[in-house]
């Protein structure tokens, strides 16, 4: 096409263009803004982008496009989480950011090739209304079954995501066996709960102990929920996901850390949230891993595949885990008209014809 093209002025695309070119430069970030066509060539909009996509080095060749609806979901966001905060509505604030953080959606984004990586149906609809902000169960009792804490308001719904019961703990040990199975696919080796570590006569001990080719490590897992009424308010007021995956690990490693150098070992906290961030630590070790898998193994998945498989597995897990706990706590099935059973954990209530 002749680049010297230029479209007339009435043309319908024409004017599109320039009505949404100035909210794109007001939207977009500072290095997304100079990839924009400059004043003087806007009127031939055509001429510019001919000219961008046909340069190696082009403004389009690293998505533009992208970057600009990134920068525009960027600013609305910053604007609704200004409004929260003045209206004081930290625990929503708190939800929206939780779930933006490092590998958030990666239960969301897998496909389920196996079957760690899939959610239950009923299962499936609890975890997608956590995510959604929409309380977990439409039926609940006013006090939790296990801690026998009030279960009223907004946060109370979510109370099961980090109420020390059973399931809960139960899920955790689901979570390091799910760790432990991303281990072995990447050709490592690893032992859950090892005791016999000299020098450990305290009765601690990590979740992991872990052998990747010549390099020992040691992992201690914890699922951490943000939306607890003890995180929630610095989660909102720092305006940053992870901080509570980050506090938690920052425990973990004052706890662990320098009891693995003794042992010439390396040792990784691994902190989860319940809404699926995960903590640096816990990237950095399934980042070593993937590179492990990579050097050791050919099985057809690139790293950046591994890596997303790994963190999908994790992730999956994850979500099984808090779901467990908010049903032990808050739903006990009960009888409504002498006849119609309410079905825990489905929201749904089968009615007599």
């Known amino acids: 096409m002749n680049q010297s093209i230029k479209l007339p002025p009435t043309s319908f695309y024409q004017q599109q263009y320039l009505e949404h070119l100035p909210t794109a430069r007001k939207a977009a970030a500072e290095d997304t803004a100079k990839r924009l066509p400059p004043p003087a ?12 996509a046909s340069s190696k080095g082009g403004p389009l060749s690293i998505g533009l496009q992208h970057e600009l609806v990134q920068d525009a979901e960027k600013a609305q966001r910053g604007k609704l989480a200004d409004k929260l905060s003045a209206e004081k509505r930290y625990f929503e604030l708190a939800h929206k950011i939780a779930r933006t953080g490092r590998w958030a959606a990666a239960a969301w984004t897998t496909f389920p090739w196996e079957p760690a990586q899939s959610f239950p149906s009923q299962q499936f609809r609890l975890v997608t209304r956590t995510r959604l902000e929409l309380p977990p169960l439409n039926q609940s009792q006013p006090r939790c079954q ?37 281990i072995r696919s990447a050709s490592g080796a690893s032992i859950v709960e090892p005791r016999e570590i000299p020098g450990w006569g305290d009765g601690r001990h990590p979740d992991l102990e872990v052998q990747m080719g010549a390099m020992s490590s040691l992992i201690d897992v914890t699922v951490v929920d943000p939306l607890a009424a003890s995180y929630f308010q610095g989660v909102a007021k720092a305006r940053a996901p ?30 989860v949230e319940t809404l699926g961030t995960f903590g640096e630590g816990a990237v950095k070790f399934l980042e070593t891993l993937a590179t492990h898998h990579s050097e050791y193994l050919k099985d057809g998945l690139t790293r950046q595949q591994f890596l997303s498989h790994a963190a999908s597995s994790i992730a999956v897990a994850v979500n099984i885990h808090g779901i467990r706990g908010s049903r032990e706590v ?10 119609v059973m309410v079905l825990a954990g489905t929201g749904q209530v089968p009615v007599r014809a």
Do not use: M
């Open 41 to 52: 060539q806007q009127q031939a909009w055509i001429s510019f982008y001919n000219k961008a």
């Open 146 to 182: 296990k801690c026998k804490a009030n279960l009223r308001g907004q946060q109370a719904q979510y109370h099961g995501l980090h109420c020390n019961n059973s399931r809960r703990i139960f899920g955790h040990d689901q979570v390091v066996q799910a760790l432990k199975a991303v």
């Open 242 to 271: 992870g901080t509570t995956a980050q506090k938690a690990e920052h425990i973990k490693k004052n706890k662990y850390d320098a009891l693995a150098r003794a042992q010439h070992c390396t040792f990784f906290p691994f902190a």
């Open 330 to 339: 808050t739903v006990r099935s009960h009888r409504l008209e002498g006849a």
